[in-house]
């Protein structure tokens, strides 16, 4: 049995629409549509798709804050609405759109408020904060009020205050969300961490795809409330990325090279990409065919980006359509 | 054509009809107010009948008086805000001002455009309900003819004004206070007890009454209700009654100006 | 509220609840004007009140029968429950603020009851001012009024604080529902629990037939006036049967009851909103 089970899983949302000054519309938005998967406790599982794909519904019925409108999700064996204060317990959750610490307080007086939450003994608690502390660098501003403390920081600090109860399972949605390079690499290093020696089991929904790449080792993508891919990262690059582009540097402006196998995609100047695809032909074929016909100054190969690849998935379907 | 502050009429015209269309917006909140004066306005009602089945005047008025008086006062809290600061305060708390500082309009009558609209709004949906409500219950009054109704909308219009001036300069003190809801809050009860939304005036003892007297708050609602009662229908006494109105509006206005100059100084110099 | 299995105990709870009070007294505390002013203001609204009533007295000796300090009674009494249930109940007013703004989430993410949680965290000490000035009342008035005062009329006035600050309460969560439901109803909430704070100051025999049934099943009436009856000696020239006097507190646990039900099916209708 998985730790987190859910069964062809929906949620609506009645929405009412203005139409003209008076009337009102009813409106049935289905956000999640049959959404089924299970995750193995220890997992780090990126949950990702286009905006409004239902990702932070998912979450939230995976919390117990919403309910299903049908469909049964299971989390560590419970029914994650009914038995919601329990549940929560066990797993740590971070919105990044939303703070969940004590806006006036410091972060110390908001780990302590929690402790008393979560019932947690005061050595334990101790203990496990200074170990945060140290990983995350939180030691210099642990008394600031979180009001003046900077997107990084509190999104530290909210980190630190999802896990200080030790909970199995952790919830990411978007916790990446305005974090510079630094601060970004820094928080996947400390997630790693969190799955591989706690073995805290994380689900994590995020836009910028290369927080997946480095972190998750199963990618879920998520469109129009349906999972349209699961599987791991590099699966999904051979299946949908099949495609590279040559670039290639001519003497000066010229018409659209026409080769064999490849399409030009872009002229700019003497520069023009060639797409091809990678069951086709080669890259060497394609240079020399070229370079029989025209000067070639310089080349590069440009590898299939995670980005256009799930680009690819979100329009329903492989890139190879187009 | 005419120009306020640097800034055509028609502008401000724009400005009342931008702030009534919002404020359509907030349907809920609007049908919730007046169900809520509504049933205030019944509560108070049956308190005045016990009261009155042991006199039969109270200060002039009779029991009809009163609850009318009640009606019209619950339909008038709404419209005339007492309760709270112009959205202004926000605005000066958070320091957005300064960029309404240099618009080349006058602040004052801005903000006068917004209120205005704000409240054609409120007459209609939150003013009017709560009378019509209790009139089917109660036996109510209504202005004794037409010049009596010319009479209240003058007196009513001069009453929004001068409230608007008092929020208005109230308001101001955000640029020197950091917190001032609690104030406003506090002034809006001594506002609300002076101007006769919690008794009409005239069941006060004469020492209250006196000091009610000297504030400005019976020109924004026991002057139009008294006005709206028909108890001034002779000319030279609605005159007098706006003239009174008319002098607390000249007088606030003014204090309204002297702050906001005075503040603006104070952004100039210290940056806000 | 208690939650089902797996939850704290009332002990931990009181202690959560202590220490999130802890917390927002702090807070506010860095804004020492507004915490004032707000307390100043809120004794101030319940002072004049009671000098509205002082000022009807002035024009009549009495009210349906009613002298001035046996109002006052009536006054003090429940003003004090409306006042206690404004300090410690109230905050649930604040869901239908933390509803539209979505942030009602984090309350549900906690191994404690989300009322407990928005009751600690809203918590305002500010509110306190109408708790003192409810006691100045009601002191007087039980220095005032006609009673030869014995251990059963001592113990009545106690309970009916109690319970009308169970049944304010009650209400206040009730109301404080609707959120779930229509976000903006909140102010047909105040109409309820202010209105319901303004009704209980007045005897309510001088309401009309369909009002007192109203506030008989609401149950405002046994906030304090049924109760203030017998202490009184007086009867409801209505004809309410004088058990009523005795049924607050079992009345006080239907209120609590339903106001439960509706806010634990309220939660399951929270819909968030789109992040
Ligand atoms: N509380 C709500 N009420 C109405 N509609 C909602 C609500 N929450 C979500 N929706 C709708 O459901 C759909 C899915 O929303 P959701 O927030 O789950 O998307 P998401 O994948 O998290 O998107 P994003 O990447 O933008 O955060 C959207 O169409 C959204 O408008
Ligand atoms: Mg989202």
Known sequence: ????????????????????????????????????????????????????????????????????????????????????????????????????????????????????????????????????????????????????????????????????????????????????????????????????????????????????????????????????????????????????????DLEGPAEPLVVDGAEVVRVDGPRQWLRFHRDRTTAAQLIAAIASTTAVVDLTIEEPLIEDVIAGVYVGGAPDRT | MAHVGGAPLSLYWAVARRSFRRYSTYRGATFAGAFTNTVFGFIQAYVLLAVFRRRDTIGGLDVVDAVTFTFVTQGLLAIVAAFGPLELADRITSGDVVSDLYRPLDLQSWWLAQDIGRAGFQLMFRGIPPFAVGAVAFHLRL????????????????????????????????????????????????????????????????????????????????????????????????????????????????????VMVRAWRRVVVQGG | MVETHGGPTVAEQAVIWRRLVGARIRADWQYRTSFITFMVSQFVAGFLDIVAIVILFSNVDRLAGWSVAEVALLYGTSNLSFALSDVFVSEAEFAAHHIRAGSFDRFLLRPVGPL???????????????????????????????????????????????????????????????????????????????????????????????????????????????????VLGRRDPHGSPAWFAFAGPLVALATVLVARAVWFSGIRHYRSTGS
Request: aromatic share 10%; glycine share 8%.
């Open chain 3, 116 to 230: 407990l949680l928005l009751c600690g965290q809203e918590f305002a000490l500010r509110r306190a001012g109408k708790v003192v000035q409810s006691v100045l009342v009601l002191a007087v008035a039980l220095t005032q009024v006609p009673v030869d005062w014995d251990l059963p009329k001592a113990a009545m006035v106690v309970t009916m604080v109690a319970v009308g600050f169970v049944i304010f309460g009650g209400l206040w969560v009730l109301t404080s529902s609707i959120a779930f439901w229509a976000v903006e109803a909140r102010e047909v909430a105040n109409s309820v629990t202010y209105g319901g704070n303004f009704v209980t100051h007045y005897p309510l025999e001088i309401f009309s037939g369909w009002l007192r049934r109203l506030v008989t099943v609401v149950p405002l009436a046994f906030v304090s006036y049924q109760p203030t009856l017998w």
């Open chain 1, 1 to 248: 049995m998985g730790l987190i089970e859910l069964d062809g899983v929906e949620r609506d949302f009645v929405v009412h629409r203005r139409v003209g000054r008076v009337r009102r519309h009813r409106d049935v938005v289905r956000a999640v549509d049959g959404v089924s998967f299970t995750v193995e406790a220890g997992e780090m599982v990126g949950y990702i798709g286009p905006n409004g794909a239902g990702k932070s519904t998912t979450i939230k019925m995976l919390t117990g804050i919403l309910v299903p409108t049908a469909g049964s999700v299971r989390v560590a064996g419970l029914d994650p609405q009914r038995s919601r204060t329990e549940l929560a317990m066990r797993i740590g959750v971070v919105f990044g759109q939303r703070n969940q610490l004590w806006w006036d307080l410091p972060l110390r007086d908001s780990f302590e408020l929690l402790r008393h939450m979560y019932r947690v003994p005061a050595d334990l608690h101790r203990r496990r904060l200074a170990e945060f502390v140290e990983l995350l660098d939180l030691g210099s501003f642990l008394d600031t009020p979180v009001r003046q403390l900077s997107l990084g920081q509190k999104m530290r600090g909210e980190i630190t205050a999802a896990l200080l109860h030790g909970p199995s399972i952790l919830y990411l949605d978007e916790p990446t969300i305005g974090l510079d390079v630094v601060s970004k690499s820094r928080a996947r290093e400390f997630l790693a961490r969190v799955n591989r020696e706690l073995g805290v089991t994380v689900v994590l929904t995020t836009h910028d795809l290369s927080d997946v790449e480095r972190l998750c080792s199963r990618l879920m993508v998520i469109d129009h409330g349906r999972v349209v891919y699961d599987g791991t990262v590099d699966d999904l690059k051979a299946r949908h990325g099949q495609y590279r582009t040559l670039v290639v």
């Open chain 2, 143 to 258: 202005p004794a003819g037409p010049s009596v109704w010319a009479g209240f909308a003058v007196s009513l219009s001069l009453a929004l004004a001068v409230g608007f001036a008092w929020r208005f300069a109230m308001s101001l003190s955000a640029f020197w206070l950091l917190e001032v809801r609690g104030l406003v809050q506090l002034m809006g009860l001594v506002f609300m007890f002076f101007a006769g939304f919690i008794l009409p005036l005239p069941f006060f003892p004469p020492a209250l009454r006196d000091v009610a007297n000297v504030l400005p708050f019976a020109a924004v609602v026991e002057l139009p209700v008294e006005v709206f009662l028909s108890k001034h229908r002779a000319l030279p006494d609605l005159l007098g009654v706006v003239a009174h109105q008319a002098a607390w509006l000249a007088v606030l206005v003014g204090t309204g100006r002297v």
